[in-house]
C-alpha cells in the first residue's frame, strides 16, 4: 500500500436501541396485565354454580348444594391480588405513557419499574398457587384424609376456577416480560466500558 492511497474511515457503529421503542412494548404489556387481571377477577367472581346433590345419613335425600367463590379463603385471595394486580397496571400504565413523550428518563425509572413490577409479580404468582392448589384438591381429592373430588359433581364452576386461573398465569409471564424489558432497558443506558 502506498502513502499516497487514503484508507477508507470505518462505518460509523450502529445506533443502540431506542429506548422510545421499549416504553411501546411497555406500555402495551402492561395493557396486557390490566386486561388478563380483569378477566381472572371477573371470571372468578361468576364463579357460582348450584347442584343438586344426595345429603343425610341412613336415607339419603336430594337437596340444593351450591359452590362459589367466597366458600374458600384462597379464592378471595386470588381475587384481592388480581385486584392490586389491575390496579397497579392502571397506574404504570400512565406513568409509562407519559414516558414515551419525555426526551430523557432518569434510570432510576427503570429500576423502580423493575422492582414494583417484582413485588407484584411475587403477589399474583402467590395468589395464583394459592388458588391452584385449592383448585387441584377439588379437581382430585385427598382420599388420604377423606376429601374426596368435587370437579365431577361442580363442572361448571371448576372450569370457571381453570380459566381465571390460566390468565393469572398469563399475567404472572406478562409480568416477568416487563421485568426483563426494564432491566434490559437499564442495560441500555449503562456505560460501556
Same mark, same amino acid.
Given at each position: ?59 339419603? !335425600?336430594?337437596?340444593?348444594? *351450591? ?19 389491575? !390496579? ?13 413523550? +419525555? +426526551? ?21 404468582? *402467590? ?29 361448571? !364452576?371448576? +372450569? ?23 432491566? *434490559? *432497558? ?8
Amino acid at each position: 500500500m502506498s502513502t499516497s492511497e487514503k484508507r477508507e474511515p470505518a462505518p460509523p457503529p450502529p445506533p443502540p436501541p431506542s429506548l422510545a421503542n421499549c416504553l411501546g412494548g411497555d406500555v402495551v404489556l402492561r395493557f396486557l396485565l390490566l386486561a388478563t387481571s380483569i378477566i381472572a377477577v371477573v371470571v372468578m367472581a361468576t364463579s357460582k354454580q348450584t347442584q343438586v346433590v344426595l345429603a343425610g345419613g341412613i336415607i339419603p !335425600f336430594p337437596e340444593y348444594a *351450591s359452590v362459589k367463590f367466597t366458600d374458600s379463603p384462597a379464592f378471595i385471595y386470588f381475587i384481592v391480588g388480581l385486584s392490586v394486580a389491575g !390496579f397497579y397496571a392502571i397506574i404504570t400504565i400512565l406513568a409509562s405513557s407519559c414516558l414515551v413523550f +419525555r +426526551r430523557f428518563i432518569p434510570a432510576n425509572v427503570f429500576l423502580s419499574l423493575a422492582a414494583l413490577d417484582a413485588i407484584i409479580l411475587g403477589v399474583v404468582a *402467590s395468589a395464583t398457587g394459592t388458588a391452584g392448589g385449592v383448585a387441584y384438591i377439588g379437581w382430585k381429592g385427598n382420599y388420604y384424609i377423606g376429601w374426596g373430588p368435587v370437579c365431577y359433581i361442580y363442572g361448571k !364452576f371448576c +372450569r370457571y376456577i381453570a380459566a381465571s386461573l390460566s390468565m393469572a398465569l398469563f399475567a404472572s409471564v406478562i409480568l416477568v416480560i416487563l421485568i426483563v424489558l426494564n432491566t *434490559s *432497558s437499564l442495560y441500555l443506558r449503562a456505560p460501556k466500558f
